[in-house]
């Protein structure tokens, strides 16, 4: 396998290999530094990368275990605002409009913080980068009712906690 093969895989799913890690470690430089070690481990890997049914959830994976890696490496977790990572754009939000956003997603965060970390991991994998149930079980290395378990849970709790805020949202 040539490098131009392995850039035209990663290349397009970049952005979502860092949203992903940014996930889970949540510190964009860590995550970038994640990505750039995931990247240079498919490459010194090229020969199974080659033979790997689906490439796109083999990088996701390695990706997972290198954030994984880092934050037990560190022993503590770091925060960031959703904010930094997540752009919201309306064609001319008014600066109240854009006031109640940014509460919204400042509470959003918040809650999303309170779930358990593999409901977390599944919601963002599902409803955000929009992965298949197989495809997030590949990378989770779980069962797909196990996914759909613990998204239906994810859910779940956060419409119950999201309720009282339901008209700023």
Known sequence: MQIEEIIEI??????????????????????????????IKVWKNKAKFAEVGN????????VRNL??????????RQTSDITEHYDISD???TPQKKIEQKDALARVNEIMGTLPEMQREIITLRDVEGYT?????????ITVDQVKVYLFR????????????????
């Not at 490439?55 to 390695?62: D, G």
């Not at 994810?154 to 949202?169: D, I, M, Q, S, V």
């Open 55 to 62: 490439q796109q959830a083999w990088i996701m994976t390695i």
């Open 91 to 93: 064609n001319a939000p």
């Open 133 to 141: 149930y197989s495809e997030i079980a590949d990378i989770m290395d």
């Open 10 to 39: 990663v290349e397009p799913i970049k952005n979502k290999l860092y949203r992903y890690a940014v996930s889970i470690v949540r510190d964009r430089f860590v995550a970038e530094d994640i990505v750039q070690e995931a990247i």
């Open 67 to 76: 954030a994984i890696d880092k934050i037990r490496a560190d022993k503590k």
């Open 154 to 169: 994810a859910r779940k709790a956060l419409r119950e906690k999201l309720t009282p805020w339901k008209e700023l949202l």
